[in-house]
């Protein structure tokens, strides 16, 4: 069951977050680009799966598709929505799960099972990222409006997406200490920019927070997941043997 679980949330942040580009987003409410984003899903989830022969996948990638017409059609874009709209996701992922959970054991990747540690390693670092990124724009979009930026252009969306993934590195090569040291780095040298206002100052720390917070978040589930799964091995055995 775990080893379904993992090939599908493997597939669904894949599909969802890296592969889903901004002309998709910005497009699906057209239904020919609402159907080629359901057809990613379906791929994907194939593609994770190691097979084609799963009634259950296609199942998937529609209920993926009604879930996304509704917060399309809905206009449904807040920073709340859009957790409602992946925890359906999910529920649709473990519905699956729990109704055919032998779907990896019959895919052509069963026979490599280092393939699982990978799979959720990559599902984790997508979610640091890529859908941190975007989760985070969205919490922070009501209170951007009212700054002023004069710094560079997706500097701080640059900045984002190192500390996160910064974060994930020293959580999951138990590092921890290291994301102390990361933040004092960070208010020190958002110490200046912070203190012109109250309002700069509130908006730095809200979203500091936010994005270590979710970094911490995923790098702790990927941990708790990789427990489930296969070790992941950098070397194979016999290369770290010394012949005669």
């Known amino acids: 069951m775990i080893e379904t ?7 669904h942040v894949l599909a969802d977050f890296a592969l889903q580009t901004n002309w998709i987003h910005a497009n699906k409410a057209r239904p020919s680009v609402m159907l080629l984003h359901g057809m990613i899903v379906l791929i994907t989830a194939q593609a994770a799966l190691g097979r084609v022969d799963a009634p ?3 199942a998937l990638a529609l209920a993926h598709v009604v879930i996304d017409a509704i917060k399309t059609w ?15 996701h999910m529920a649709t992922v473990l519905a699956v799960v729990i109704w055919a959970p032998n779907l ?19 599902a984790g670092l997508i979610v640091t990222l ?35 993934g910064l974060i994930f590195a020293l959580l999951l090569t138990d590092l921890a ?14 110490f200046g ?13 809200i979203g500091t927070l936010a994005s270590f917070g979710w970094a911490i978040l995923a790098a702790l589930a990927t941990r708790a997941l990789l427990t489930w799964l296969p070790p992941l091995d950098v070397l194979a055995p016999s290369a770290m043997i010394p012949g005669p």
């Open 130 to 164: 890529i859908a941190g990124q975007y989760a985070i724009g969205l919490l922070m979009r009501p209170h951007a409006a009212r700054l002023r930026n004069n710094g560079l252009r997706q500097g701080g969306r640059q900045i984002g997406v190192l500390e996160r």
């Open 74 to 88: 809905g206009r449904f874009g807040s920073f709340s929505a859009f957790l409602v709209d992946q925890a359906a």
């Open 56 to 58: 259950e996948v296609l």
């Open 177 to 190: 200490l290291g994301v102390g040291f990361l933040i004092a780095a960070k208010s020190i040298l958002r």
């Open 5 to 11: 679980f993992t090939a599908l949330l493997f597939a």
């Open 104 to 122: 990896w054991q019959g895919g052509v990747w069963a026979a490599w099972p280092a393939t699982l540690p990978l799979m959720a390693l990559a």
């Open 193 to 205: 920019t912070a203190t012109r206002d109250q309002r700069t100052a509130e908006y730095v720390i």
